[in-house]
């Protein structure tokens, strides 16, 4: 069953030009993520599946129904954003039951639907506490709460963990992998800069760039076979190594090879020096000088014994290297 249908989707502000026709089918109960640079669209692409924003051309349409000229509270939708937004005098129940209020449920089932979300998000003991009383996680897991209180057909995050610290956000990131298992029928439309939330929540990634998409697949076709330069170098950390193509197939003008599909070789394919090495803890980074204003980053152990100025030989693994042609389409 259809979830959300975006068929070309047009939005411009004055004269930017912000999205350039974006078709996307996603099925019902999908977690999308929408990825891409600062700037690209993504949280406008959002805005225009709440109904925050009117598109200039092109359709939206949730399960089915066609929801263009709908407004936000009609089109069954909750959006989670970067700042949760909690009402400061409320306590936590209060704050999760408001929508429902407003829109003038009964008393029992408000409390049936706040109980089923505190369970979810772990807020049990936290319910009578004001937003002043809660650290920044436990704000966000309640501004997610109170979304899942309106049963929405379509759940809308704009990088809901952006403004966590880094353990908090590993934290969260695990309550909405749960969350996301939870509610298997709920269609969820995600969009963040990180790699890692990318990777680790998405049944399938969109990426975005200028207002278009690049790519649309599960975290794992994009990482293995990326169509184009920018997402073989969007996707992955540290990104892809891209150099001249030496040989290959007909038209490839660049090779592309992961960081961590390169090994350290008696007689490798590629000699240089290292200028940099940088040590991780698990994993050591050396950047290898090939010549000719070539870089490669190759992942070692994290006991990796290189140090800067060494002379490295490198060899890629063959079934892992990506070509690419001048217009940088993948090969
Ligand atoms: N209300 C607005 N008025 C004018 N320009 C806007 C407005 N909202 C977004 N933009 C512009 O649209 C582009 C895309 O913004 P946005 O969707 O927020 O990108 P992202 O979320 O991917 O970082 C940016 O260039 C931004 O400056
Ligand atoms: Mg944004």
């Known amino acids: 069953m259809k979830g959300l249908t975006i068929s070309g989707a047009r939005k411009g502000f004055g ?10 089918e996603i099925a019902k109960g999908e977690f999308i993520v929408f990825v891409g640079p600062s700037g690209c669209g993504k949280s406008t692409l959002l805005r225009t599946l709440a109904g925050l924003e009117t598109l200039d051309g092109g359709h939206i349409a949730i399960e089915g129904q066609d929801v263009t000229d709908l ?5 069954g939708i909750a959006m989670v954003f970067q700042s949760y937004a909690l009402y400061p005098h409320m306590t936590v129940r209060q704050n999760m039951a408001f929508g429902m209020r407003m829109a003038k449920a009964g008393k029992a089932e408000i409390e049936a639907r706040v109980a ?9 003991a936290l319910l009578d506490r004001l937003p002043k009383q809660l650290s920044g996680g436990q704000r966000q897991r309640v501004a997610i709460g109170r979304a899942i209180t309106r049963d929405p057909k379509l759940f809308l ?6 403004n966590l610290d880094a353990a908090l956000r590993v934290a969260t990131r695990i309550e909405i992998a749960r969350l996301k298992a939870s509610m298997p029928g709920t269609t969820m439309v995600y969009v963040t800069h990180d790699q890692v939330e990318a990777m680790t929540l998405a049944d399938r ?3 975005l760039q200028a207002g278009r ?3 649309v697949g599960t975290p794992l076709e994009l990482y293995r076979n990326p169509a184009n330069l920018f997402v073989a170098q969007f996707i992955g950390s540290p990104a892809m190594n891209i150099v001249a193509a030496r040989g290959g197939p007909v038209g490839a003008t660049h090779m592309g090879i992961r960081p961590e599909h390169l090994a350290l070789a008696g007689d490798g394919e590629f000699a240089g020096t290292a200028t940099l090495v940088e040590h991780l803890g698990e994993q050591t980074l050396a950047y290898v000088d090939i010549g000719a204003g070539e870089t490669l980053i190759v992942k070692l ?6 140090r800067v100025g060494d002379a490295v030989s490198l060899s890629p ?8 042609d001048a217009s940088g389409k993948a090969i």
């Open 15 to 24: 004269a930017t030009q912000v999205l350039q026709g974006i078709d996307l």
């Open 71 to 75: 407004p936000p509270a009609e089109r």
């Open 116 to 124: 089923r979300a505190s369970a979810m998000l772990h807020l049990d």
């Open 157 to 162: 995050f704009d990088e809901p963990l952006s």
């Open 205 to 207: 990634i969109v990426v």
């Open 213 to 215: 998409i690049e790519q």
């Open 301 to 306: 152990d994290g006991d990796a014994s290189v």
């Open 317 to 324: 693994r063959e079934r892992n290297r990506h070509w690419f």
